[in-house]
């Protein structure tokens, strides 16, 4: 199998539960695949279908996902084809031709038309080596994108009594894992579960000051690089995009308030890399299996950390580092439960539960890896993972948090409990706003007790007290109460942690995975190399990262290769992609060398 990688993919090495997964398929036992998105899913089937005699079939949800897929099967020399509504009467029966000569190894499918009867029948005649359905989650009920149509696949077993089933999916929950099993009529299934763990993602989630100003601080961070900023809702998206527009960023809108053909224009702009960013309400995303999305930014919390796992998890599919940037503020948590707030009552509690639990990630401080793994039933080996705010110090804790923590919490007892967060911090940093003039709050002996800092520092503190329990928020208004465990930090029985305010910054070692991806490659040769291929993207017509992933240019930049057996040995360069490309890169790669005074390998 090590073979095949190498000559099709141009890997040396699996990736974490491949060779497990790779060994089920080979053994014809069913099988359950759970790894997250990024994890190599897909080279699960499609490495073992060019070692084992018949065709493999691929049920696949989305026509965008196959031809995605097929694309870039092609490109690696695998013969590989789809069968699709988009395909015209000529090109289908061209590839049933080329399945019956035996002349293809995988083919793609949706679910509807691998069950219509013409097709079973087509496919009985042909020899299998097994069946995958990836996206498998789709299957199930449980799970947060069921359709219908999938639920048709439990006919399979009974139509290809004897061919294995394989099922793939990036949802770890318990009962969906059960589900697929139960519904595909799986036979003593191994099931694989890889770790959740996104190493090569940086979170970071801060308090919204200014979207714009926080967004293009990013944005300023990568120029040129792919990347998506998710807000929560269309005007947000037409007003922030507009915004950016103006100052220069290519960015374009992506809703479900736009027509098809603009949202389609975006997203193939978006995948073409005609565009850098897309700004998106959550409607954008599935189907985009785009590998070198550098950044995923969000403008407002998400309703739940599974709606944010999933989002994030776009980002950096190619294991190189990437950036996840959560603004969130305690008026999405409103917004949110405003818009739940028709469902059914017990339907409800869950939303209710799932959207606090997003909010005390968003205020908590400790690590982000950890916190995403824990709730997701898994646990992270080591302290401190080199990769979230919290871990890279750049959460540092202030000094004297206690007397902080007591002015503010008599400060809500001054106001008699009558009163939410932003007031409160206002009435603390002494504001002349005319409410509080009114109410004379003015005349409190904790106005303006916390002057010093800036409304926006204590009303995070706030927040911090309300994630450590110190404050109660009331259901309804988010009225601010004292409970028993902040009476004892007045006592001064307790301590809380507490933000440093934001500019002071501390660096702290960055984690390994994300040290390695740019470790001893020059970048200006990558970018160089960044363009030579989009330019043969555009001429072909795919997608840049169909051509040569990020990881292979950087490779290709640190080891500056001057002949075809040194380019073969470049990450993600197998035998095909070498003959077709590889004069082009290798002929830049001199060049670049030689007016930079660089040494080529
Ligand atoms: P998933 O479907 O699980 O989200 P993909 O199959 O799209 O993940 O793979 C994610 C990325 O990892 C792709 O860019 C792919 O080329 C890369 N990849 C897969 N297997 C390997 C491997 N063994 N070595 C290096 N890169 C790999
Ligand atoms: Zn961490």
Same mark, same amino acid.
């Given at each position: $199998?090590?073979?095949?990688?190498?000559?099709?993919?141009?890997?040396?090495?699996?990736?974490?539960?491949?060779?497990?997964?790779?060994?089920?398929?080979?053994?014809?036992?069913? @099988?359950?695949?759970?790894?997250?998105?990024?994890?190599?899913?897909?080279?699960?089937?499609? !490495?073992?279908?060019?070692? $084992?005699?018949?065709?493999?079939?691929?049920?696949?949800?989305?026509?965008?996902?196959?031809?995605?897929?097929?694309?870039?099967?092609?490109?690696?020399?695998?013969?590989?084809?789809?069968? =699709?509504?988009?395909?015209?009467?000529?090109?289908?029966?061209?590839?049933?031709?080329?399945?019956?000569?035996?002349?293809?190894? #995988?083919?793609?499918?949706?679910?509807?038309?691998?069950?219509?009867?013409?097709?079973?029948?087509?496919?009985?005649?042909?020899?299998? @080596?097994?069946?995958?359905?990836?996206?498998?989650?789709? #299957?199930?009920?449980?799970?947060?994108?069921?359709?219908?149509?999938?639920?048709?696949?439990?006919?399979?077993?009974?139509?290809?009594? /004897?061919?294995?089933?394989?099922?793939?999916?990036?949802?770890?929950?318990?009962?969906?894992?059960?589900?697929?099993?139960?519904?595909?009529?799986?036979?003593?299934?191994?099931?694989?579960?890889?770790?959740?763990?996104?190493?090569?993602?940086?979170?970071?989630? +801060?308090?919204?000051?200014?979207?714009?100003?926080?967004?293009?601080?990013?944005?300023?961070?990568?120029? *040129?690089?792919?990347?998506?900023?998710?807000?929560?809702?269309?005007?947000?998206?037409?007003?922030?995009?507009?915004?950016?527009?103006?100052?220069?960023?290519?960015?374009?809108?992506?809703?479900?308030?736009?027509?098809?053909?603009?949202?389609?224009?975006?997203?193939?702009?978006?995948?073409?890399?005609?565009? =850098?960013?897309?700004?998106?309400?959550?409607?954008?995303?599935?189907? #985009?299996?785009?590998?070198?999305?550098?950044?995923?930014?969000?403008?407002?919390?998400?309703?739940?950390?599974?709606?944010?796992?999933?989002?994030?998890?776009?980002?950096?599919?190619?294991?190189?580092?990437?950036?996840?940037?959560?603004?969130?503020?305690?008026?999405?948590?409103?917004?949110?439960?405003?818009? #739940?707030?028709?469902?059914?009552?017990?339907?409800?509690?869950?939303?209710?539960?799932?959207?606090?639990? $997003?909010?005390?990630? +968003?205020?908590?401080?400790?690590?982000?890896?950890?916190?995403?793994?824990?709730?997701? /039933?898994?646990?992270?080996?080591?302290?401190?993972?080199?990769?979230?705010? !919290?871990?890279?110090?750049?959460?540092?804790?202030?000094?004297?948090?206690?007397?902080?923590?007591?002015?503010?919490?008599?400060?809500?007892?001054?106001?008699?409990?009558?009163?939410?967060? =932003?007031?409160?911090?206002?009435?603390?940093?002494?504001?002349?706003?005319?409410?509080?003039?009114?109410?004379?709050?003015?005349?409190?002996?904790?106005?303006?007790?916390?002057?010093?800092?800036?409304?926006?520092?204590?009303?995070?503190?706030?927040?911090?007290?309300?994630?450590?329990?110190?404050?109660?928020?009331?259901?309804?208004?988010?009225?601010?109460?004292?409970?028993?465990? /902040?009476?004892?930090? $007045?006592?001064?029985?307790?301590?809380?942690?507490?933000?440093?305010?934001?500019?002071?910054?501390?660096?702290?070692?960055?984690?390994?995975?994300?040290?390695?991806?740019?470790?001893?490659?020059?970048? /200006?040769?990558?970018?160089?190399?960044?363009?030579?291929?989009?330019?043969? %993207? %555009?001429?072909?017509?795919?997608?840049?990262?169909?051509?040569?992933?990020?990881?292979?240019?950087?490779?290709?930049?640190?080891?500056?290769? @001057?002949?075809?057996?040194?380019?073969?040995?470049?990450?993600?360069?197998?035998?095909?992609?070498?003959?077709?490309?590889?004069?082009?890169?290798?002929?830049?790669?001199?060049?670049?060398?030689?007016?930079? *005074?660089?040494?080529?390998?």
């Amino acid at each position: $199998m090590k073979a095949v990688l190498k000559k099709y993919w141009g890997f040396d090495d699996f990736l974490p539960l491949q060779e497990e997964a790779i060994k089920c398929v080979l053994s014809g036992r069913d @099988s359950i695949v759970v790894l997250p998105t990024g994890g190599g899913k897909s080279l699960c089937f499609q !490495a073992p279908a060019m070692a $084992m005699d018949g065709l493999a079939i691929v049920v696949s949800p989305l026509i965008s996902l196959m031809k995605d897929q097929v694309d870039a099967l092609s490109e690696c020399g695998v013969a590989a084809v789809r069968i =699709d509504s988009t395909l015209t009467g000529r090109e289908k029966s061209e590839t049933f031709s080329r399945i019956r000569r035996g002349e293809v190894k #995988i083919v793609y499918l949706s679910p509807e038309r691998i069950m219509t009867e013409g097709f079973t029948e087509f496919l009985r005649d042909t020899p299998l @080596s097994f069946i995958a359905i990836d996206e498998a989650h789709c #299957i199930s009920h449980w799970g947060h994108d069921f359709r219908p149509e999938y639920r048709q696949l439990g006919r399979l077993k009974r139509c290809f009594p /004897g061919v294995a089933l394989h099922s793939y999916t990036a949802t770890a929950t318990e009962p969906v894992r059960k589900d697929i099993a139960l519904q595909l009529g799986l036979k003593n299934p191994e099931v694989l579960v890889g770790s959740f763990d996104r190493p090569n993602l940086i979170y970071r989630a +801060c308090r919204r000051t200014s979207r714009l100003k926080q967004v293009c601080r990013v944005l300023d961070k990568h120029p *040129g690089d792919s990347g998506i900023v998710y807000c929560i809702r269309r005007r947000d998206v037409d007003d922030l995009c507009a915004a950016l527009r103006e100052r220069g960023y290519r960015a374009v809108p992506y809703h479900a308030g736009m027509t098809a053909g603009d949202r389609k224009q975006n997203q193939d702009d978006f995948i073409a890399e005609k565009i =850098d960013i897309i700004v998106a309400t959550i409607a954008f995303g599935m189907g #985009i299996d785009k590998s070198n999305v550098r950044y995923v930014i969000h403008t407002g919390m998400p309703k739940s950390l599974e709606h944010y796992q999933q989002e994030s998890g776009r980002a950096g599919r190619d294991g190189l580092d990437a950036e996840c940037h959560l603004f969130y503020s305690g008026g999405d948590y409103a917004v949110w439960k405003s818009l #739940i707030g028709d469902l059914e009552p017990e339907v409800h509690a869950i939303a209710l539960e799932k959207l606090s639990r $997003m909010y005390d990630y +968003c205020t908590g401080i400790t690590c982000r890896h950890k916190a995403l793994l824990e709730y997701f /039933g898994q646990t992270l080996e080591g302290n401190n993972c080199g990769a979230c705010d !919290a871990c890279l110090d750049e959460l540092s804790l202030i000094e004297g948090s206690l007397v902080i923590a007591r002015k503010i919490l008599s400060c809500v007892v001054r106001l008699r409990e009558r009163f939410g967060g =932003d007031y409160t911090a206002q009435v603390l940093t002494g504001s002349q706003d005319k409410r509080i003039l009114q109410n004379s709050h003015d005349r409190l002996s904790t106005y303006g007790l916390l002057s010093e800092f800036s409304r926006n520092v204590v009303r995070g503190w706030i927040e911090q007290l309300v994630s450590q329990g110190y404050i109660r928020k009331s259901e309804d208004y988010g009225v601010l109460k004292v409970p028993p465990a /902040g009476w004892r930090v $007045m006592k001064g029985e307790e301590t809380p942690r507490l933000l440093k305010p934001p500019e002071k910054k501390a660096r702290a070692a960055v984690s390994r995975a994300i040290k390695d991806s740019w470790e001893g490659v020059d970048r /200006g040769l990558f970018e160089a190399l960044r363009e030579l291929r989009s330019g043969i %993207a %555009a001429k072909k017509g795919l997608p840049a990262y169909i051509v040569f992933g990020d990881a292979a240019l950087r490779d290709m930049a640190r080891r500056r290769p @001057s002949t075809r057996a040194g380019f073969l040995q470049v990450t993600g360069v197998g035998e095909k992609k070498c003959r077709r490309y590889g004069d082009d890169f290798l002929e830049l790669i001199k060049d670049y060398c030689v007016s930079h *005074g660089l040494e080529v390998e």
